[in-house]
């Protein structure tokens, strides 16, 4: 698959004005596609201190000619081990160009960076694509290691 267009990722996004964007998108996407609707308030409660160094980051991916935000992700540290990659989303038009892939990448640098050596991730059933993408990238699948009520795959890779 080829990249169309010259794409950036920048770290250090929790608050960003971007970022509650694209976090609402993702959000609306995913309560129409889980069956019984998607409600933020009802996952693991997380705020923007969890995905901010030293606990996490938030990363945005860029497209260069038009700066339009096509994809997001973060980090969110567990323990000295473990680190959950968490909100991973292409906006639909950009899907299948390889985005997703060079973003998981880099948030595994990442992991790599806070000295872990596992990350972790947590999708619900009805996200065929992102589980196939991370079972493709050799993440196996393990124990739940949180509580949200929508997330019912747990998958991790030792990096």
């Known amino acids: 698959m080829n990249v169309t267009a010259p794409v950036r990722i920048v770290e250090g996004q929790a608050a960003s004005e971007h970022t509650l964007r694209a976090l609402s998108a993702y959000f609306s996407e995913l309560n129409n596609r889980i069956d019984g609707g998607f409600d ?22 860029t497209d260069l000619v038009t700066g339009s ?15 959950e990659l968490r909100r991973i989303w292409v906006t639909p038009e950009h899907r299948g160009q390889g985005h997703a892939r060079t973003l998981v990448r880099a948030l595994e640098n990442k992991v790599r960076a806070f000295g872990a050596t596992t990350a972790v991730v947590s999708l619900n059933e009805e996200m065929t694509e992102g589980i196939a993408m991370f079972r493709k990238r050799g993440y196996e699948p393990v124990d739940s290691f949180h509580d949200a009520t929508t997330a019912s795959v747990f998958l991790a890779r030792q990096l």
């Open 69 to 83: 935000v096509i994809a997001c992700g973060a980090v969110r540290k567990l323990d000295d081990d473990r680190v």
């Open 40 to 61: 933020p308030e009802l996952t693991e409660v997380t705020g923007p201190e969890d995905v901010t160094p030293p606990h996490g980051d938030f990363f945005l991916m």
